[in-house]
């Protein structure tokens, strides 16, 4: 953030008009995702709790590659609750 601070002062980068918007639907949907969904470690071959080999990507805007992992619905109400969503919102 320092960084991207400097850089709009240095008028090198202009703000970005959509800061707020962006940083609001970011939370809402990490807090949705974490209010629904349990997110676990894969498992191994024998059924226990493996850890996750992470590794990022190269470039400007790094991301992590693809990994493993679980996800499922925290509970059947939760699962109702998601399958609404996507009927209603099917976007
Ligand atoms: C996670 C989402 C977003 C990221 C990471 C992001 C990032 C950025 C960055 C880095 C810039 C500065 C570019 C530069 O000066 O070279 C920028 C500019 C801008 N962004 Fe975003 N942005 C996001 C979402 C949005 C949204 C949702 C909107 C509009 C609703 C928006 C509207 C704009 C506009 C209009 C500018 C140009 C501002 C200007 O030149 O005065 N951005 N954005």
Redesign the pocket.
Known sequence: MAL?NT??QLR????????N???A??FIAVASILATFDIDKPLDKDGNEAEPEAFYGPGL?SRPDGFKCIIRPRSSDKAKLIKTGTEELPW
């Open positions: 991207i850089a709009c090198i980068l202009r703000i970005c008009a959509g800061i918007f962006a940083d639907t970011i805007v």
